[in-house]
């Protein structure tokens, strides 16, 4: 089945650890997302890539890092230089060609620093 | 900066009433879409619109998108307990050769029995 896998489901970190998050899909898209939620909140942008090899910041990528060396994986690092890290964070993938961009989510990973 | 934005933030209806939640971009949009969340999950599309004043329904479920390409919305007739969750629009905004989804705060739908 196509979709999109992150893992863990439940991270539990202490404080000043870095923690990289895992997202990948297998859906052929090009564009892939982090987005933090946190509760009673919605969605904001830490970091989107279009191509391999290429991302831009979102709105919060302070404190965030990624990479995106295969089409299928978009890992996201979250640094000890985040101030507030903990939060449920989704990785998103779509197609991005055209105006054809539904998003489809990942299960999302609930960051727990302690 | 380009800004999706949605109200109500929450809303209260009483099982079998009607609710409205209403999505305004800054920019003008080449598509928008909507996605639901159930309380404990993650958001899963729902719809589509990419034509200047379209309609869509589903069930009892009505999307529009505005003349401008600037603004949405997201009707439910007669809601059910099933309906609860939080409902976000995303607008597609292209930006020379890249596009990205701008996702709106969302709508929190409480549906008491």
């Known amino acids: 089945d196509g979709g999109i896998t992150q893992s863990p489901k439940y991270l539990f970190r202490k404080e000043g650890q870095n923690v990289t998050l895992s997202c990948e899909q297998n859906l052929n898209h090009d564009a892939m997302y982090w987005y933090r939620q946190d509760p009673g909140q919605g969605l904001r942008l830490i970091y989107y890539?279009?191509?391999?090899?290429?991302?831009q910041k979102g709105d919060i990528a302070e404190g965030y890092s990624v990479s995106r060396e295969k089409k299928e994986s978009f890992p996201l690092t979250v640094t000890s230089a985040q101030k507030n890290p903990t939060a449920f964070y989704l990785c998103?993938?779509?197609?991005?060609?055209?105006?054809?961009?539904?998003?489809?989510f990942g299960q999302g990973t609930r960051l727990t620093v302690v | 900066g380009q800004q999706v934005m949605q109200i109500p933030q929450y809303q209260h209806v009483q099982e079998g009433e009607d609710f409205t939640t209403y999505c305004n971009s800054s920019t003008t949009l080449s598509n928008i879409q909507w996605y639901k969340q159930r309380p404990g999950g993650h958001p899963v599309f729902l719809i589509q619109?990419?034509?200047?004043?379209e309609v869509k329904k589903q069930k009892r479920l009505t999307f529009q998108f505005g003349e401008a390409k600037k603004n949405s919305s997201l009707h439910i007739t007669a809601t059910q307990t099933t309906d609860v969750g939080t409902y976000f629009c995303?607008?597609?905004?292209?930006?020379?050769?890249?596009?990205?989804?701008?996702f709106g705060p969302g709508t929190s739908l409480s549906v008491i029995p």
């Open positions: 619109l990419v034509k200047s004043g």
């Open positions: 998103a993938s779509s197609d991005g060609q055209g105006a054809y961009t539904e998003a489809f």
């Open positions: 995303a607008g597609d905004i292209l930006k020379t050769s890249y596009d990205k989804v701008i």
């Open positions: 890539s279009q191509i391999v090899n290429d991302f």
